[in-house]
Protein backbone atom coordinates (compact mmCIF):
# COMPACT_ATOMS: atom_id res chain seq x y z
CA UNK A 1 0.00 0.00 0.00
CA UNK A 2 1.23 3.61 -0.55
CA UNK A 3 1.00 6.06 2.15
CA UNK A 4 -0.12 9.63 0.73
CA UNK A 5 1.61 11.60 3.41
CA UNK A 6 4.78 12.68 4.93
CA UNK A 7 7.01 12.52 1.97
CA UNK A 8 10.07 14.01 1.97
CA UNK A 9 10.70 15.96 -1.60
CA UNK A 10 13.48 13.45 -2.51
CA UNK A 11 11.39 10.31 -1.95
CA UNK A 12 11.34 8.37 -5.72
CA UNK A 13 8.00 7.88 -4.77
CA UNK A 14 6.46 11.18 -4.44
CA UNK A 15 6.45 11.42 -8.03
CA UNK A 16 4.36 7.74 -8.62
CA UNK A 17 1.90 8.91 -5.58
CA UNK A 18 1.30 12.91 -7.73
CA UNK A 19 0.67 11.00 -11.13
CA UNK A 20 -1.95 8.55 -8.76
CA UNK A 21 -3.60 10.99 -7.62
CA UNK A 22 -3.44 13.27 -10.85
CA UNK A 23 -5.14 10.37 -12.49
CA UNK A 24 -7.64 9.91 -10.63
CA UNK A 25 -8.47 13.38 -10.43
CA UNK A 26 -8.73 13.69 -14.26
CA UNK A 27 -10.75 11.29 -14.27
CA UNK A 28 -13.17 12.05 -11.64
CA UNK A 29 -13.01 15.77 -11.88
CA UNK A 30 -12.48 16.48 -15.32
CA UNK A 31 -9.40 18.51 -17.09
CA UNK A 32 -11.14 21.49 -15.80
CA UNK A 33 -11.85 20.21 -12.42
CA UNK A 34 -9.07 18.79 -11.23
CA UNK A 35 -6.31 21.36 -9.78
CA UNK A 36 -2.93 20.88 -9.09
CA UNK A 37 -3.74 22.42 -5.79
CA UNK A 38 -6.07 19.34 -4.69
CA UNK A 39 -3.59 16.49 -6.26
CA UNK A 40 -0.86 17.86 -4.18
CA UNK A 41 -3.63 17.62 -1.13
CA UNK A 42 -4.38 14.29 -2.16
CA UNK A 43 -0.92 13.47 -2.31
CA UNK A 44 -0.08 14.94 0.98
CA UNK A 45 2.80 16.94 -0.71
CA UNK A 46 2.74 21.01 -1.51
CA UNK A 47 1.65 22.06 -4.77
CA UNK A 48 4.66 24.25 -5.31
CA UNK A 49 6.57 20.93 -5.54
CA UNK A 50 3.96 19.49 -8.22
CA UNK A 51 4.83 22.53 -9.96
CA UNK A 52 8.49 21.77 -9.62
CA UNK A 53 8.31 18.49 -10.78
CA UNK A 54 6.01 18.64 -14.12
CA UNK A 55 5.42 22.19 -14.91
CA UNK A 56 2.21 23.30 -15.97
CA UNK A 57 -1.34 21.12 -15.42
CA UNK A 58 -0.99 20.19 -19.14
CA UNK A 59 2.84 18.74 -18.59
CA UNK A 60 0.96 16.97 -15.51
CA UNK A 61 -1.19 15.54 -17.10
CA UNK A 62 1.03 14.29 -20.18
CA UNK A 63 3.15 12.46 -17.70
CA UNK A 64 0.43 11.22 -16.18
CA UNK A 65 -0.50 9.62 -19.07
CA UNK A 66 3.11 8.44 -20.36
CA UNK A 67 2.17 10.32 -23.35
CA UNK A 68 5.61 9.68 -25.60
CA UNK A 69 4.84 13.34 -27.42
CA UNK A 70 3.26 16.93 -26.73
CA UNK A 71 0.69 17.47 -28.15
CA UNK A 72 0.37 21.20 -27.36
CA UNK A 73 3.81 21.62 -29.41
CA UNK A 74 3.02 19.65 -32.44
CA UNK A 75 -0.56 20.23 -33.17
CA UNK A 76 -0.20 24.16 -34.39
CA UNK A 77 2.83 22.86 -36.38
CA UNK A 78 0.35 20.40 -38.47
CA UNK A 79 -2.56 22.92 -38.61
CA UNK A 80 -0.46 25.71 -40.07
CA UNK A 81 -0.35 25.40 -43.64
CA UNK A 82 -2.74 25.39 -46.71
CA UNK A 83 -6.54 24.41 -45.35
CA UNK A 84 -7.16 22.85 -48.52
CA UNK A 85 -4.57 20.49 -47.41
CA UNK A 86 -5.68 20.32 -43.86
CA UNK A 87 -6.92 16.58 -43.91
CA UNK A 88 -4.06 15.20 -45.77
CA UNK A 89 -1.24 17.02 -43.24
CA UNK A 90 -3.55 15.49 -40.29
CA UNK A 91 -3.15 11.85 -41.61
CA UNK A 92 0.38 11.82 -42.70
CA UNK A 93 1.22 13.49 -39.57
CA UNK A 94 -1.00 10.79 -37.66
CA UNK A 95 0.72 8.09 -39.40
CA UNK A 96 4.50 9.58 -39.14
CA UNK A 97 3.89 9.53 -35.52
CA UNK A 98 2.14 6.27 -34.66
CA UNK A 99 4.47 4.86 -37.50
CA UNK A 100 7.43 5.60 -35.23
CA UNK A 101 8.85 4.23 -31.88
CA UNK A 102 6.23 6.52 -30.24
CA UNK A 103 3.15 4.18 -31.68
CA UNK A 104 3.98 1.78 -29.02
CA UNK A 105 3.14 4.07 -26.00
CA UNK A 106 0.69 5.08 -28.65
CA UNK A 107 -0.95 1.26 -28.87
CA UNK A 108 -0.42 0.90 -24.66
CA UNK A 109 -2.04 4.25 -24.10
CA UNK A 110 -5.24 3.21 -26.73
CA UNK A 111 -5.11 -0.73 -24.67
CA UNK A 112 -5.27 0.97 -21.30
CA UNK A 113 -8.06 3.20 -22.42
CA UNK A 114 -10.47 0.59 -23.54
CA UNK A 115 -9.56 -1.79 -20.69
CA UNK A 116 -12.01 -0.10 -17.95
CA UNK A 117 -15.11 2.34 -17.96
CA UNK A 118 -12.44 4.53 -15.64
CA UNK A 119 -9.55 4.69 -18.37
CA UNK A 120 -11.71 5.28 -21.03
CA UNK A 121 -12.97 8.58 -19.09
CA UNK A 122 -9.12 9.35 -18.43
CA UNK A 123 -8.37 9.16 -22.06
CA UNK A 124 -11.53 10.94 -23.02
CA UNK A 125 -10.40 13.76 -20.89
CA UNK A 126 -6.56 13.22 -22.41
CA UNK A 127 -8.02 13.54 -26.16
CA UNK A 128 -10.50 16.27 -25.32
CA UNK A 129 -8.23 18.68 -23.45
CA UNK A 130 -5.33 17.88 -25.38
CA UNK A 131 -6.03 17.45 -28.98
CA UNK A 132 -9.77 18.38 -29.58
CA UNK A 133 -9.54 21.71 -28.01
CA UNK A 134 -6.94 22.86 -29.47
CA UNK A 135 -7.89 21.32 -32.97
CA UNK A 136 -10.90 23.93 -32.29
CA UNK A 137 -8.87 26.71 -31.39
CA UNK A 138 -6.52 26.78 -34.14
CA UNK A 139 -9.10 25.86 -37.34
CA UNK A 140 -11.52 28.12 -38.22
CA UNK A 141 -14.85 26.42 -37.70
CA UNK A 142 -18.06 28.02 -36.76
CA UNK A 143 -18.27 27.37 -33.31
CA UNK A 144 -21.69 25.50 -33.74
CA UNK A 145 -20.06 23.02 -35.48
CA UNK A 146 -16.58 22.42 -34.34
CA UNK A 147 -17.37 19.83 -31.30
CA UNK A 148 -19.23 17.53 -34.23
CA UNK A 149 -16.58 18.59 -36.53
CA UNK A 150 -13.64 17.51 -34.46
CA UNK A 151 -15.17 14.34 -32.75
CA UNK A 152 -15.81 13.19 -36.46
CA UNK A 153 -12.44 13.98 -37.28
CA UNK A 154 -11.30 11.65 -34.08
CA UNK A 155 -13.76 8.82 -34.55
CA UNK A 156 -12.17 7.95 -37.99
CA UNK A 157 -8.30 8.25 -36.47
CA UNK A 158 -9.08 6.21 -33.76
CA UNK A 159 -10.80 3.60 -36.33
CA UNK A 160 -7.23 4.27 -38.50
CA UNK A 161 -5.32 2.98 -35.09
CA UNK A 162 -7.49 0.69 -34.35
CA UNK A 163 -7.47 -1.35 -37.84
CA UNK A 164 -3.95 -0.22 -38.68
CA UNK A 165 -1.81 -0.89 -35.11
CA UNK A 166 -4.62 -3.24 -32.85
CA UNK A 167 -6.32 -5.19 -35.03
CA UNK A 168 -4.37 -5.13 -37.76
CA UNK A 169 -7.14 -5.54 -40.97
CA UNK A 170 -4.85 -5.92 -44.40
CA UNK A 171 -4.59 -4.30 -46.60
CA UNK A 172 -4.84 -1.62 -44.36
CA UNK A 173 -2.27 -2.22 -41.99
CA UNK A 174 0.69 -2.80 -44.75
CA UNK A 175 -0.53 -0.46 -46.94
CA UNK A 176 2.26 3.00 -47.26
CA UNK A 177 1.30 6.00 -45.60
CA UNK A 178 0.64 7.84 -48.95
CA UNK A 179 -1.70 5.42 -50.02
CA UNK A 180 -3.77 6.09 -46.44
CA UNK A 181 -3.39 9.49 -46.86
CA UNK A 182 -5.11 9.67 -50.30
CA UNK A 183 -7.72 7.35 -48.82
CA UNK A 184 -8.35 9.10 -45.84
CA UNK A 185 -7.25 12.50 -46.17
CA UNK A 186 -10.06 13.60 -47.87
CA UNK A 187 -12.68 12.02 -45.22
CA UNK A 188 -10.62 14.33 -42.28
CA UNK A 189 -10.94 17.19 -44.76
CA UNK A 190 -14.61 16.83 -45.07
CA UNK A 191 -15.35 16.51 -41.63
CA UNK A 192 -12.98 19.81 -40.77
CA UNK A 193 -14.71 21.73 -43.83
CA UNK A 194 -17.05 20.05 -45.52
CA UNK A 195 -20.50 20.38 -46.48
CA UNK A 196 -22.25 18.88 -43.29
CA UNK A 197 -25.83 20.15 -44.00
CA UNK A 198 -27.46 16.96 -43.16
CA UNK A 199 -26.39 17.15 -39.79
CA UNK A 200 -26.98 20.55 -38.84
CA UNK A 201 -30.69 19.40 -40.13
CA UNK A 202 -31.62 17.75 -37.11
CA UNK A 203 -30.56 20.88 -34.31
CA UNK A 204 -27.15 19.91 -32.67
CA UNK A 205 -26.54 18.58 -29.21
CA UNK A 206 -25.61 20.95 -26.58
CA UNK A 207 -22.03 21.30 -26.68
CA UNK A 208 -20.62 19.22 -23.91
CA UNK A 209 -17.31 18.55 -25.43
CA UNK A 210 -16.03 20.98 -23.16
CA UNK B 1 -7.13 -27.16 -14.30
CA UNK B 2 -9.00 -28.26 -17.13
CA UNK B 3 -8.84 -31.85 -18.15
CA UNK B 4 -9.52 -32.16 -22.10
CA UNK B 5 -10.02 -36.54 -22.53
CA UNK B 6 -12.18 -38.32 -21.09
CA UNK B 7 -15.34 -36.28 -21.08
CA UNK B 8 -18.72 -37.63 -21.63
CA UNK B 9 -20.98 -35.85 -23.81
CA UNK B 10 -23.03 -34.67 -21.06
CA UNK B 11 -20.33 -32.79 -19.45
CA UNK B 12 -21.43 -29.49 -19.24
CA UNK B 13 -17.47 -28.46 -18.94
CA UNK B 14 -17.28 -30.34 -22.61
CA UNK B 15 -18.99 -27.02 -24.08
CA UNK B 16 -16.61 -24.99 -22.19
CA UNK B 17 -13.58 -26.97 -23.82
CA UNK B 18 -14.67 -27.16 -26.96
CA UNK B 19 -14.92 -23.18 -27.08
CA UNK B 20 -11.48 -22.47 -25.45
CA UNK B 21 -9.76 -25.04 -27.85
CA UNK B 22 -11.67 -23.47 -30.80
CA UNK B 23 -10.78 -19.61 -29.86
CA UNK B 24 -6.68 -20.77 -29.60
CA UNK B 25 -7.09 -22.89 -33.01
CA UNK B 26 -9.40 -19.48 -34.94
CA UNK B 27 -6.25 -17.17 -33.57
CA UNK B 28 -2.98 -19.33 -33.98
CA UNK B 29 -3.87 -21.21 -37.29
CA UNK B 30 -6.71 -18.20 -38.60
CA UNK B 31 -10.12 -18.99 -40.07
CA UNK B 32 -8.98 -21.04 -43.20
CA UNK B 33 -6.69 -22.74 -41.17
CA UNK B 34 -8.77 -24.03 -38.38
CA UNK B 35 -10.85 -26.99 -38.92
CA UNK B 36 -13.44 -28.53 -36.83
CA UNK B 37 -11.71 -32.30 -36.83
CA UNK B 38 -8.69 -30.42 -35.07
CA UNK B 39 -10.56 -28.82 -32.57
CA UNK B 40 -12.41 -31.78 -31.83
CA UNK B 41 -9.19 -33.80 -31.38
CA UNK B 42 -7.89 -30.80 -29.24
CA UNK B 43 -10.84 -30.88 -27.01
CA UNK B 44 -10.25 -34.51 -26.69
CA UNK B 45 -14.08 -35.30 -28.06
CA UNK B 46 -15.39 -36.99 -31.23
CA UNK B 47 -16.11 -34.32 -34.55
CA UNK B 48 -19.71 -35.51 -34.61
CA UNK B 49 -20.01 -33.97 -31.18
CA UNK B 50 -18.72 -30.61 -32.41
CA UNK B 51 -20.89 -30.64 -34.89
CA UNK B 52 -23.77 -31.51 -33.01
CA UNK B 53 -23.52 -28.98 -30.30
CA UNK B 54 -22.31 -25.96 -32.89
CA UNK B 55 -23.32 -26.76 -36.43
CA UNK B 56 -21.16 -25.01 -38.75
CA UNK B 57 -17.54 -23.60 -38.43
CA UNK B 58 -19.03 -20.28 -38.81
CA UNK B 59 -21.56 -20.81 -35.88
CA UNK B 60 -18.44 -22.43 -34.00
CA UNK B 61 -16.66 -19.06 -34.18
CA UNK B 62 -19.39 -17.26 -33.19
CA UNK B 63 -20.50 -19.22 -30.25
CA UNK B 64 -16.53 -18.76 -29.69
CA UNK B 65 -16.24 -15.02 -29.58
CA UNK B 66 -19.84 -14.61 -27.73
CA UNK B 67 -21.35 -12.73 -30.69
CA UNK B 68 -24.31 -11.82 -29.84
CA UNK B 69 -25.61 -11.95 -33.27
CA UNK B 70 -24.90 -13.69 -37.05
CA UNK B 71 -23.25 -11.45 -39.50
CA UNK B 72 -23.49 -14.07 -41.92
CA UNK B 73 -27.66 -13.50 -41.04
CA UNK B 74 -27.50 -9.83 -41.17
CA UNK B 75 -25.04 -8.47 -43.55
CA UNK B 76 -26.81 -9.79 -46.87
CA UNK B 77 -29.88 -7.77 -46.01
CA UNK B 78 -28.39 -4.68 -44.51
CA UNK B 79 -26.15 -4.78 -48.52
CA UNK B 80 -29.47 -5.45 -50.32
CA UNK B 81 -31.27 -2.29 -52.61
CA UNK B 82 -29.90 0.68 -53.67
CA UNK B 83 -26.49 0.82 -53.97
CA UNK B 84 -25.76 4.72 -53.89
CA UNK B 85 -27.00 4.48 -50.21
CA UNK B 86 -24.95 1.68 -49.23
CA UNK B 87 -23.14 3.75 -46.94
CA UNK B 88 -25.95 5.54 -44.96
CA UNK B 89 -27.60 2.11 -44.73
CA UNK B 90 -24.38 0.44 -43.15
CA UNK B 91 -24.08 3.47 -40.59
CA UNK B 92 -27.78 3.00 -39.59
CA UNK B 93 -27.73 -0.79 -39.03
CA UNK B 94 -24.02 -0.46 -37.36
CA UNK B 95 -25.79 2.03 -34.80
CA UNK B 96 -29.08 -0.03 -34.47
CA UNK B 97 -26.70 -3.27 -33.51
CA UNK B 98 -24.42 -0.95 -31.19
CA UNK B 99 -27.75 0.83 -29.80
CA UNK B 100 -29.33 -2.51 -28.99
CA UNK B 101 -29.07 -4.34 -25.93
CA UNK B 102 -26.68 -6.48 -28.20
CA UNK B 103 -23.82 -2.94 -28.20
CA UNK B 104 -23.30 -4.08 -24.74
CA UNK B 105 -21.59 -7.64 -26.05
CA UNK B 106 -19.80 -5.29 -28.86
CA UNK B 107 -17.90 -3.37 -26.21
CA UNK B 108 -17.08 -6.21 -24.42
CA UNK B 109 -15.69 -8.23 -27.85
CA UNK B 110 -13.60 -4.68 -28.83
CA UNK B 111 -12.11 -4.42 -25.38
CA UNK B 112 -11.15 -7.96 -25.12
CA UNK B 113 -9.40 -7.48 -28.54
CA UNK B 114 -7.61 -4.31 -27.60
CA UNK B 115 -6.35 -6.04 -24.23
CA UNK B 116 -3.47 -8.22 -26.21
CA UNK B 117 -2.27 -9.31 -29.13
CA UNK B 118 -3.68 -12.79 -29.14
CA UNK B 119 -7.14 -11.43 -28.42
CA UNK B 120 -6.34 -8.73 -31.26
CA UNK B 121 -5.49 -11.52 -33.57
CA UNK B 122 -8.20 -13.42 -32.61
CA UNK B 123 -10.79 -10.98 -33.69
CA UNK B 124 -9.63 -9.62 -36.66
CA UNK B 125 -10.11 -13.32 -37.69
CA UNK B 126 -13.55 -13.30 -36.70
CA UNK B 127 -13.75 -9.64 -38.27
CA UNK B 128 -12.56 -10.95 -41.69
CA UNK B 129 -13.98 -13.87 -42.04
CA UNK B 130 -17.74 -13.58 -40.58
CA UNK B 131 -18.06 -9.91 -41.93
CA UNK B 132 -15.64 -7.96 -44.11
CA UNK B 133 -15.71 -11.39 -46.83
CA UNK B 134 -19.10 -11.21 -47.12
CA UNK B 135 -19.43 -7.96 -47.58
CA UNK B 136 -16.61 -8.54 -50.61
CA UNK B 137 -18.51 -11.24 -51.46
CA UNK B 138 -21.85 -9.47 -51.84
CA UNK B 139 -20.92 -6.34 -53.00
CA UNK B 140 -19.69 -5.42 -56.64
CA UNK B 141 -16.49 -4.12 -56.13
CA UNK B 142 -13.45 -4.23 -58.44
CA UNK B 143 -11.43 -7.69 -57.18
CA UNK B 144 -8.63 -6.01 -56.70
CA UNK B 145 -9.60 -3.13 -54.84
CA UNK B 146 -11.99 -4.69 -53.20
CA UNK B 147 -9.71 -5.71 -49.66
CA UNK B 148 -8.70 -2.08 -49.71
CA UNK B 149 -12.00 -0.50 -49.30
CA UNK B 150 -12.98 -2.99 -47.31
CA UNK B 151 -10.57 -2.59 -44.44
CA UNK B 152 -11.59 1.35 -45.01
CA UNK B 153 -14.99 0.70 -43.94
CA UNK B 154 -13.91 -1.22 -41.36
CA UNK B 155 -11.44 1.74 -40.02
CA UNK B 156 -14.02 4.25 -39.94
CA UNK B 157 -17.07 1.97 -38.90
CA UNK B 158 -14.40 1.12 -35.31
CA UNK B 159 -13.17 4.42 -34.98
CA UNK B 160 -17.29 5.22 -34.67
CA UNK B 161 -17.74 1.91 -32.20
CA UNK B 162 -14.59 3.71 -30.55
CA UNK B 163 -15.34 7.02 -30.00
CA UNK B 164 -19.34 6.93 -29.15
CA UNK B 165 -19.44 3.66 -26.90
CA UNK B 166 -16.14 3.13 -25.46
CA UNK B 167 -14.22 6.33 -25.06
CA UNK B 168 -17.67 8.37 -25.62
CA UNK B 169 -16.49 11.98 -27.11
CA UNK B 170 -19.44 14.39 -27.10
CA UNK B 171 -21.05 15.34 -29.27
CA UNK B 172 -20.46 12.32 -31.44
CA UNK B 173 -21.74 9.81 -28.45
CA UNK B 174 -24.84 11.43 -27.72
CA UNK B 175 -25.75 12.47 -31.83
CA UNK B 176 -28.78 10.90 -32.99
CA UNK B 177 -28.48 7.83 -35.22
CA UNK B 178 -29.52 9.75 -38.48
CA UNK B 179 -27.17 12.64 -37.81
CA UNK B 180 -24.43 10.35 -37.88
CA UNK B 181 -25.79 8.57 -40.85
CA UNK B 182 -25.64 12.12 -42.33
CA UNK B 183 -21.74 12.53 -41.26
CA UNK B 184 -20.23 9.20 -41.64
CA UNK B 185 -22.88 7.81 -44.64
CA UNK B 186 -20.74 9.29 -47.03
CA UNK B 187 -17.14 8.70 -46.12
CA UNK B 188 -18.47 5.06 -46.37
CA UNK B 189 -19.71 5.30 -49.79
CA UNK B 190 -16.46 6.72 -51.07
CA UNK B 191 -15.05 3.84 -49.69
CA UNK B 192 -17.47 1.34 -51.06
CA UNK B 193 -17.57 3.16 -54.23
CA UNK B 194 -15.88 6.33 -54.79
CA UNK B 195 -13.29 7.51 -57.25
CA UNK B 196 -10.08 6.32 -54.85
CA UNK B 197 -7.42 7.06 -57.85
CA UNK B 198 -5.33 8.13 -55.13
CA UNK B 199 -4.74 4.96 -53.51
CA UNK B 200 -4.50 3.17 -56.28
CA UNK B 201 -1.67 5.27 -57.64
CA UNK B 202 0.60 3.38 -56.13
CA UNK B 203 0.46 -0.68 -56.37
CA UNK B 204 -2.09 -2.04 -53.85
CA UNK B 205 0.01 -3.97 -51.52
CA UNK B 206 -0.65 -8.16 -51.96
CA UNK B 207 -4.15 -9.40 -50.92
CA UNK B 208 -3.58 -10.82 -47.72
CA UNK B 209 -6.90 -9.86 -46.91
CA UNK B 210 -8.47 -13.71 -47.09
Known amino acids: MVR ?114 WTAKLFREFVVSQVLRRVRQLVPMPPAEAPMRVSLVASQLAGLAMARYVIKIEPLASASPEVLVAAIGPTIQRYVFGDLSGVWASPPPPDTAG
Chains 1, 2 share one sequence.
Open 4 to 117: RTGRRPGNPDTRDAILATARTAFAEKGYDGASIRHIATGAGVDPALVHHYFGTKDKLFLAAMNAPLDPGELIPEVLAGDQDAIGERLVRFFLSIWDSPAGKAGVAMLRSAVSSE
